[in-house]
């Protein structure tokens, strides 16, 4: 992935590059009934912070994270280093091999669309394997234009019945839902806003825009907070 090293040097110094809490990630292993010696993956892992809570979780598991840009993997290395049972890669997630019991992916399916990202992931599941992703969603009725400029860059964004759709048409049973809105969003645009502020100081023009460019994204977030949502979709394989 060709990004600028102004965005990376942003992003890496974060702990994740989405919304996200360790408890979103707890409630889906308790709702999926997932224990034991199992193989996970965590797909599009950025800088690694699901991959901990997985590892930690999971105790008895191997949990792989996986993340294109090597300067995200790079950073994440030392979280994992004291776990055992986590490592990072660098690696593409539309080619994964596994096979996975569990494959988790916050915020990332949509670089590979949600019906292409299922589909690829399909040959990837073990046995009896579940799918957990979570994707932007429209919550429906009148959009506030804060609410669509903030989507803009997801041109294929549609609503939950149409998240449902997409995963039906991969082939895919869904298990339960959780609508991630507000407290997620909060902490994460909260460490967005602290390194935009230590990152301000003598920055250079492409810096700078790079900086102005996330603090927009924090101000539309910060228009309309009960309406930017994400959902954790937990799916099987029909
Ligand atoms: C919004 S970030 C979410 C990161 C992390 N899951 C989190 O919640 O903090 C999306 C991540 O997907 C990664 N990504 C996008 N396309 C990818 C691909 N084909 N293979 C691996 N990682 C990819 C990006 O590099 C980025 O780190």
Do not use: H, K
Request: glycine content about 12%; overall charge negative; aromatic content about 8%.
């Amino acid at each position: 992935m060709d990004l600028p090293p102004e965005f990376l040097t942003l992003y890496s110094r974060l702990d994740r590059q989405g919304p996200g809490l360790p408890e979103d990630v707890t409630w889906a292993l308790g709702r999926l009934g997932l224990t034991g010696a199992l193989r996970v993956c965590d797909a599009g892992c950025g800088t690694g912070a699901d991959t901990v809570t997985l590892a930690e979780a999971l105790p008895e598991a191997q949990v792989e994270g996986i993340d294109a840009v090597a300067a995200f993997i790079e950073a994440g290395q030392a979280r994992v280093a004291g776990l055992p049972n986590a490592a990072l890669r660098v690696g593409d997630m539309g080619a994964l091999e596994g096979p996975y019991d569990l494959i988790w992916s916050a915020g990332a399916i949509y670089f590979l669309g949600v019906t292409e990202g299922l589909r690829a992931w399909r040959a990837a599941l073990a046995p009896g394997g579940v799918v957990a992703f979570s994707q932007g969603v429209f919550l429906g009725g009148d959009e506030p234009q804060a609410v669509r400029d903030f989507w803009a860059p997801e041109p294929g964004l549609t609503d939950r019945e149409g998240l449902r759709a997409q995963v039906a048409e991969a082939g895919y049973e869904i298990l339960d839902t959780r609508l991630l809105v507000g407290a997620p969003w909060a902490a994460y645009y909260g460490s967005v806003a602290r390194e935009i502020a230590a990152l301000r100081e003598g920055a250079s023009p492409a810096m700078t825009a790079v900086l102005d460019n996330s603090a927009r994204e924090v101000e539309l977030w910060q228009e309309a907070p009960e309406r930017i949502a994400y959902e954790l979709v937990l799916a099987r394989p029909d």
